[in-house]
């Protein structure tokens, strides 16, 4: 299986709303609703931030949201905040039952 | 609250075997709702899934390490421990286990342990 294609870098100002896509193939991302967005900072776990494509998981903050269309998914962040500065991955389940991981992207906050 | 604790060793010799065990407390390993799954990270790459397992004992490994991965169960323990064989340094990297639904995402995870393949 493929890694998903992310870009290595985006960056924005406080207060801008940024968009890091995933694009994946029919047999991922285009085959299922099911595509996840992970927050990592330094030194740290992963943390999911959002699930099935739109959903986000309690205590993360609605600044945060989802969406698909054909083989890519993207991530948007609202209100970039200094904090939100970290590496993000999306991931998608597979058409063998597996999971497969983007590339990661780095958000810079200007 | 759902806790993971990854263990075992922190350096393994080339061509060796890496064993890593995650240990699960604050629920059942035996949830039929739930798989749960190892994912790696070379340092300063990206993330890299390993496989996952069922309790009942199904596993789903990733293409590229099939040949090398065996993950097993131990619902009495509550736990589930990962094997790499014939490691070489391209295998090091922080190795981590997670709790994974049905649909893939990963919601729970451990804080990651090291895995430096050296002689």
């Known amino acids: 299986q493929s890694a998903l294609t992310q870009p290595a870098s985006v960056s924005g100002s406080p207060g801008q709303s940024i968009t890091i896509s995933c694009t994946g193939t029919?047999?991922?991302?285009?085959?299922?609703?099911?595509v996840s967005w992970y927050q990592q900072h330094p030194g740290k776990a992963p943390k999911l931030m959002i699930y099935?494509?739109?959903n986000r998981p309690s205590g993360v903050s609605n600044r945060f949201s989802g969406s698909k269309s054909g083989n890519t998914a993207s991530l948007t962040i609202s209100g970039l905040q200094a904090e939100d500065e970290s590496d993000y991955y999306c991931s998608s389940y597979t058409s063998s039952s597996t999971v497969v991981f983007g590339g990661g992207t780095k958000l810079t906050v200007l | 609250q759902l806790q993971l604790q990854e263990s075992g060793p922190g350096l393994v010799k080339p061509s060796e075997t890496l064993s890593l065990t995650c240990t699960v407390s604050?629920?059942?390993?035996?949830?039929?709702?739930?798989?749960w799954g190892w994912i790696r990270q070379p340092p300063g790459k990206g993330l890299e899934w390993i496989g996952s397992?069922?309790?009942?004992?199904?596993?789903y490994y990733n293409p590229s390490l099939k040949s090398r991965v065996t993950i097993s169960v131990d619902t009495s323990k509550n736990h589930f421990s990962l094997k790499l064989s014939a490691v070489t340094a391209a295998d090091t990297a922080v190795y981590y286990c997670?709790?994974?639904?049905?649909?893939?995402?990963?919601?729970?995870w451990g804080q990651g342990t090291l895995v430096t393949v050296s002689s």
């Open positions: 604050g629920g059942s390993i035996s949830s039929n709702i739930y798989y």
């Open positions: 397992i069922y309790y009942s004992g199904s596993t």
């Open positions: 029919a047999g991922d991302v285009g085959g299922y609703n099911y």
């Open positions: 997670a709790r994974r639904t049905s649909y893939g995402d990963l919601d729970y």
């Open positions: 099935e494509v739109t």
